[in-house]
């Protein structure tokens, strides 16, 4: 059996899906953040799932989202990129190469459009 390959960024799962969300909320709070760019096209999937969620105006989907992420990203998501992006019909964020780090991974900036 074939099955579907993952891509390894932390020290397990539950590492991995702490990793992924806190990333998920940087990005949303600071609207730009650099890391590698495994971890980037990882948390990318989870912020534009989000900002989806965010932008439909029903108590599931704010408590989705605050299931999610911390108090002040999830407010953020529904407060104020939900109204920014009403119109966009996905493709929220970005992915900018920066070269690569000390350690030979190459660095990216992961931000919202």
């Known amino acids: 059996m074939r099955h579907l390959k ?3 960024i932390g020290k397990g799962k539950d590492h991995a899906r702490k990793l992924v969300r806190a990333l998920a909320a940087s990005t949303i709070v600071y609207e730009k953040i650099q890391t590698t760019e495994a971890r980037a096209k990882i948390a990318r999937s989870l ?5 989806t969620k965010g932008k439909k105006d029903d108590l599931h989907n704010k ?3 605050y299931s999610e992420l911390p108090v002040n990203a999830a407010k953020k ?11 966009r019909a996905g ?4 992915i900018i190469r920066l070269g690569k780090a000390k350690d030979g991974m190459p660095k990216v900036q992961l931000e919202l459009v």
């Open 6 to 8: 993952k891509k390894k």
């Open 47 to 51: 912020v534009e799932k989000l900002i």
């Open 63 to 65: 408590r989705m989202v």
């Open 77 to 87: 998501v529904i407060e104020v990129l939900g109204p920014r992006y009403k119109t």
């Open 91 to 94: 493709g929220y964020t970005r």
